[in-house]
């Protein structure tokens, strides 16, 4: 065997909850590890028996591991040093830490989808909190976040992520590669309980039902029946032609997201807070999902220090008919939250109807009314669905028809 | 100095410490509120106006003049304060005259040290320095981690080290206070000049207690020197500097509210508490300190006062530009100022009579009829760690490092409540443990731990655990905490530390609470 060697990971002053590693192997000596770490003594001797473990699980048997340590929790470690073992060693081998019983929760097509929280696929000092700012979704990013030297390291990081940090709820999606090159991440992902995969400058519903071909042979390989959710993300002129179509390529494509930056970009015009450019593309967008009966979701807002910005976005976005936005900071969660939050008069209301058709069901009444007006289903409907919110976000209480009663008394 | 320490004895807290220290004899903590000498206060020395210049005029041409007249020699106490922070010059240059001098194993007693002081490193090397009596930070704490020190260390708090000057415990021979504006009498405000730095409260005891006490300013003004904060009767020597210190050092610190989301988070769910707890309403009263986290706190503070239309009656500070703008919007009536942080802060204090300075006499002492810590309702403090009782530590770190002071801290646990909003973990190092390195702080006051993966309330506190029972808020055991660090750090290894000791942590009363083990190079 010749020398070589290889790195993997993140140096640097700033980097945090990281480590970077160089794999030397050797023709013989066994194995020598060396290690600076910030936390050695706290967890100098758990490292190296997972350095140990590791290599031995590669069958690697002379060689010099390099661990240089800032605070990596153990499913980063293992993840840089089997990014660095896969390029010295051809093998399929992964080497998985265990599986949390907390991330075995599933998602479902008919949730809230306000707030999607980005985080950088090769950056692990932000995902460990990113669950307890409380976003709707996390997006682990393989695309455009990862620099392209790291794709590969950043697959496996994100797999471990999705194994082994707690998310608290969060819906758990990852944003693949473009088509094709996404299609070598989902091995990565589909095992590992994801429930959503967000396909960047997605343009047909041919790339659509690629991808699901591949989902479901991997899906098949791990007996795993439960749907891995879509939400292809808009980004092209091309892309927004054929909206409804990529809406009802899939029973599993549950919402479509507009990538304004390259969509931008592609009309040759610039990105502008009033968004007069791409008013048409984001009309579009919402026409095709209500059609196809999903979700409709804004893009980011970039400016993440101003905040009343952010505000005056959402309003304008929700007016619009969008369900959600992205979030590039997690401050950005809360007042997109209460942006989308549904207002005192619409809450009012929507007590006032739903009310109305329980009592309705009760008397056995075939129509609902109320005062002389007559009440549409899809309004109940609406107004159950405002209800489910406002109960959601804490605005009303669980019982908040009881108290109804007695005011209306 | 006699030995540098004998005869452990286990105290009230379990913790192993030394009954002689540097010579002297020592009690060992025996809980809150227990130890009550039964003694007067030292005296200092009846000086005679016939010894003074009648003209009231005590400048002497130099620093190194007015240390020789004072007697300046082998085995001296030498007290300094902190008020000018990082930007502090004027220790160093004490110790280069000693040095120069050729004087050997002083005592230094500073109210806090900074980075910029490890310079003196290499006076505690060559002997110059015996040992430090005060914080080390950084440099100076990892310099006695590795027992390189030749006496042993001695760490105090704010209000403890008046205690220990007023009971006699540290006999001051020698005082150099850095003042922004003086005169030649002595008398001395931190107010004005270009080295203002709001207030000279920490030399007060230094002031009334030292044998002989030197004023340093590098703004001297005709009598009179107002306000005097610093009581010119008391003075022996005034020297004129080019500069006592480094104007954009004295005033930076961490004066700005944090930018990172997970802190903002603990601030944010920190306020929400107090709100919920019902601590925060008309005429309450508050103290938070001047870290990112502690300023994000009072600016959501403010946020609630605002939106409730509440006013506090007092703050107690560390001011800077936020508590001030507090102060001017009328949400708070009075800042009781304990050390100013900015300039924004200082030009308050010179301005705004509802803006008063304090002293540790006045808010932390332990030996007087009383003090301020006690009144206010809910002071928000830090810590390195925390265990599974409750105990915090505010010095080492979970390797055994002496890397901090205790500043104020152990004495601002006498509030109302005292809530901790501390990360669950820091770069994977749990900062909730099985057991602190250092015990800084009985559990039994400490009343709050605030993470952002849940909040843990002192069962103690059956009355705060009442209002908050039906919370959104995530109210957790301190265990389920503990554990939550664990699953995502792992189990951290117990730091394996040497049997010697390297200093030893005082109590608010003068007793010793914990010692710091020397650790393995």
């Known amino acids: 065997m010749s020398n070589k060697i290889a790195t993997a990971g993140n140096t640097g002053k700033k980097v945090r909850s990281d480590c970077f590693v160089t794999l030397e192997l050797k023709d013989s000596g066994g194995v020598k590890i060396e290690q600076k770490s910030k936390v050695e003594v706290l967890f100098g001797k758990a490292n190296i028996e997972l350095c140990e473990d590791i290599l031995k699980f590669y069958g690697i048997g002379n060689a010099q591991l390099t661990l240089e340590d800032k ?12 990014a660095a073992v896969k390029q010295l060693i051809d093998t399929d081998k992964e080497y998985l830490l265990d599986f949390i019983e907390e991330n075995n929760y599933t998602s479902e097509k008919e949730q809230f989808r306000f707030s999607r929280l980005y985080l950088p696929g090769n950056t692990p000092s932000m995902m460990l909190n990113a669950g307890i700012h409380d976003p709707n979704g996390i997006i682990l990013d393989l695309e455009d976040s990862v620099a392209f030297s790291k794709k590969k390291e950043a697959q496996l990081v994100v797999r471990n992520a999705l ?48 991808l699901e071909e591949k989902i479901e042979e991997i899906k098949k390989q791990h ?81 993440v220090g101003d905040m009343e910005a952010l505000r005056e976005n959402v309003k304008v976005s929700k007016g619009l008919g969008f369900e959600g936005m992205g979030c590039i900071h997690p401050r950005q969660i809360k007042v997109i939250h209460e942006s989308f939050a549904p207002e005192p008069d619409e809450i009012e209301k929507a ?46 209480s669980e019982n908040w028809r009881e108290e109804f009663l007695n005011n209306e008394e | 100095m006699g030995q540098k320490y004998s005869n452990l004895v286990k105290n009230a807290v379990g913790r192993m410490v030394p009954t002689e220290v540097n010579g002297q004899k020592q009690v060992p903590f025996q809980g809150v509120g227990k130890y009550k000498p039964d003694a007067r206060k030292y005296g200092p020395k009846i000086a005679s106006y016939a010894d003074f210049p009648e003209d009231g005029n005590k400048q002497v041409a130099s620093l190194k003049e007015a240390l020789v007249k004072a007697g300046l020699k082998d085995g001296m106490t030498i007290s300094t304060h902190h008020h000018f922070r990082n930007g502090d010059l004027l220790a160093n240059k004490i110790f280069d005259i000693a040095k120069e001098l050729g004087v050997k194993n002083l005592r230094w007693v500073p109210s806090a040290s900074f980075p910029c002081h490890e310079h003196l490193i290499q006076y505690l090397e060559d002997g110059t320095i015996h040992h430090i009596e005060g914080s080390m930070n950084g440099p100076l704490g990892r310099f006695a981690s590795h027992g390189k020190m030749k006496g042993l260390g001695v760490l105090r708090s704010h209000g403890g080290r008046y205690q220990a000057i007023q009971d006699g415990d540290v006999q001051v021979d020698i005082t150099v206070i850095g003042a922004g504006c003086a005169d030649s009498f002595g008398n001395a405000n931190g107010l004005f000049g270009p080295s203002a730095s709001g207030l000279l409260g920490f030399a007060l005891a230094d002031s009334q207690y030292a044998d002989k006490v030197i004023v340093v300013t590098d703004n001297m003004v005709p009598f009179p020197c107002s306000p005097w904060q610093i009581q010119g009767n008391y003075v022996d020597y005034t020297v004129l500097v080019d500069q006592v210190g480094i104007p954009e050092k004295i005033v930076s610190g961490t004066t700005q509210i944090t930018k990172s989301p997970d802190r903002l ?22 103290q938070s300190g001047a870290g990112g986290t ?45 050390q100013t942080f900015d300039l924004k802060g200082v030009q308050s204090m010179a301005d705004n009579p509802n803006h008063v300075w304090t002293s540790p006499f006045t808010s932390y002492n332990y030996h007087g009829k009383g003090n301020f810590a006690g009144m206010v309702d809910v002071v928000i403090l830090g810590a390195t760690e925390v265990d599974v009782n409750f105990n915090a530590n505010v010095v080492t770190h979970s390797d055994g490092l002496l890397l901090h002071g205790i500043g104020g801290w152990q004495n601002c646990l006498f509030s109302k409540t005292v809530i901790l909003p501390i990360p669950l973990f820091r770069d994977r190092i749990p900062v909730v443990t099985d057991e602190v390195t250092t015990i800084c702080g009985p559990g039994e006051l400490i009343d709050v731990i605030v993470t952002e993966r849940g909040i843990a309330i002192n069962p103690k506190r059956k009355d705060l655990i009442e209002k908050l029972k039906d919370s959104n808020l995530p109210i957790k055991t301190i265990q389920e905490l503990k554990e939550e660090a664990e699953k995502i750090c792992g189990k951290p290894a117990k730091p394996e530390l040497e049997d010697e000791l390297v200093a030893v942590i005082k109590w608010v009363d003068g007793t010793i609470i914990d010692s710091v083990r020397k650790v393995k190079s």
Not at chain 1, 186 to 193: G, Q
Not at chain 1, 357 to 383: C, H, N, Q, Y
């Open chain 1, 71 to 82: 605070g990596a929790v153990p499913l980063i470690i293992a993840a840089r040093i089997e």
């Open chain 1, 163 to 210: 194994r082994g940090i707690n998310f608290y709820g969060a819906e758990r999606m990852v944003r693949i590669n473009q088509f094709p090159k996404g299609l070598e991440d989902i091995k990565y992902l589909v095992p590992h309980n994801v429930h959503m995969l967000l396909v960047p400058k997605c343009e047909g519903a041919e790339q659509i039902k690629k």
């Open chain 1, 223 to 303: 007996n795993i029946d439960r749907p891995v959710l879509l939400m292809p993300i808009i980004e092209s002129a091309l892309g927004v032609e054929k909206a409804f179509e990529i809406a009802t390529a899939s029973e599993n494509v549950v919402a479509l997201a507009i990538g304004l930056e390259d969509y931008t970009a592609d009309l040759g015009t610039r990105r502008t807070n009033e968004a007069i450019e791409s008013f048409y593309a984001r009309t579009r967008l919402v026409n095709a999902c209500k059609a196809a009966r999903i979700q409709a979701i804004d893009s980011v807002f970039s400016d």
């Open chain 1, 351 to 396: 007590k006032k109807i739903v009310n109305a058709f329980i009592d309705a069901t009760e008397k056995g009444l075939g129509v609902v009314s109320l005062g002389t007006k007559m009440i549409d289903p899809p309004v109940v409907k609406r107004a159950e669905k405002t209800i489910s919110l406002a109960i959601s976000l804490g605005l009303i």
């Open chain 2, 265 to 286: 988070l603990l601030a944010e769910m920190t306020a929400q508490f107090c709100l919920e707890a019902g601590i925060i309403r008309d005429g309450f009263s508050f």
């Open chain 2, 294 to 338: 502690s300023l994000a706190v009072g600016d959501y503070f403010a946020k609630i006062m605002r939106e409730k239309n509440i006013k506090a009656r007092f703050a107690r500070g560390g001011s800077n530009k936020y508590l001030v703008s507090m102060l001017e919007e009328g949400l708070v009536d009075y800042i009781l100022d304990g």
